[in-house]
T-cell receptor, first 116, second 112 residues
Framework: DGGITQSPKYLFRKEGQNVTLSCEQNLNHDAMYWYRQDPGQGLRLIYYSQIVNDFQKGDIAEGYSVSREKKESFPLTVTSAQKNPTAFYLC???????????????FGEGSRLTVL | GENVEQHPSTLSVQEGDSAVIKCTYSDSASNYFPWYKQELGKGPQLIIDIRSNVGEKKDQRIAVTLNKTAKHFSLHITETQPEDSAVYFCAGPNQAGTALIFGKGTTLSVSS
């Protein structure tokens, strides 16, 4: 079945450690996105990529890094510089509408990161 | 950039009643307004969207209305059912139109 796969579903990390969250899609979508979800905060955009080897910062990019070496994959690294990394992380992909405008987002089931 | 504000943050209704969630946006150039539903432990899913060239769109029990002058759009759910209980998010495009900016969400509880 086509879809977005995020792994791991749950992850625990000690302070000071970097951690990488995986996101893979087989929908042949060009654009991919990372959002962070905190209670009462909605979904906040971390990074997004419209095409391979290119990505843009979202509203809360500090302390995070991404790469887009393959169309299917958009991993997110939460670095030790992220002050409050405990959160639920959602990856999404979309086929842009005409003119490169964002279309419907298809989300994965998320990764819950807890920093101990 | 775009700012999307959503109200209320929680909404409780009896089964069969209607539910309305409202969002306001700041960028008058925005032209695409989707609504997503997130069930417990899952990622959000698109339930309905509207473009700025229409004022209303319906899909069975759900509808979205858009008021471009006032810069707000609303989700209407009629004849609510317990399975409508979820978190609902509105969204609007960022300034470049290349990503979505989400509201803070509304937790809808439908009691039978």
């Amino acid at each position: 079945d086509g879809g977005i796969t995020q792994s791991p579903k749950y992850l625990f990390r000690k302070e000071g450690q970097n951690v990488t969250l995986s996101c893979e899609q087989n929908l042949n979508h060009d654009a991919m996105y990372w959002y962070r979800q905190d209670p009462g905060q909605g979904l906040r955009l971390i990074y997004y990529s419209q095409i391979v080897n290119d990505f843009q910062k979202g509203d809360i990019a500090e302390g995070y890094s991404v790469s887009r070496e393959k169309k299917e994959s958009f991993p997110l690294t939460v670095t030790s510089a992220q002050k409050n990394p405990t959160a639920f992380y959602l990856c999404a992909s979309s086929r842009p509408r005409q003119g490169g405008l964002t279309g419907e987002l298809f989300f994965g089931e998320g990764s819950r990161l807890t920093v101990l | 950039g775009e700012n999307v504000e959503q109200h209320p943050s929680t909404l409780s209704v009896q089964e069969g009643d209607s539910a309305v969630i409202k969002c306001t946006y700041s960028d008058s150039a925005s032209n695409y307004f989707p609504w997503y539903k997130q069930e417990l432990g899952k990622g959000p899913q698109l339930i309905i969207d509207i473009r700025s060239n229409v004022g209303e769109k319906k899909d069975q029990r759900i509808a979205v209305t858009l008021n471009k002058t006032a810069k707000h759009f609303s989700l209407h759910i009629t004849e609510t059912q317990p399975e409508d209980s979820a978190v609902y998010f509105c969204a609007g495009p960022n300034q470049a139109g290349t990503a979505l900016i989400f509201g803070k969400g509304t937790t809808l509880s439908v009691s039978s």
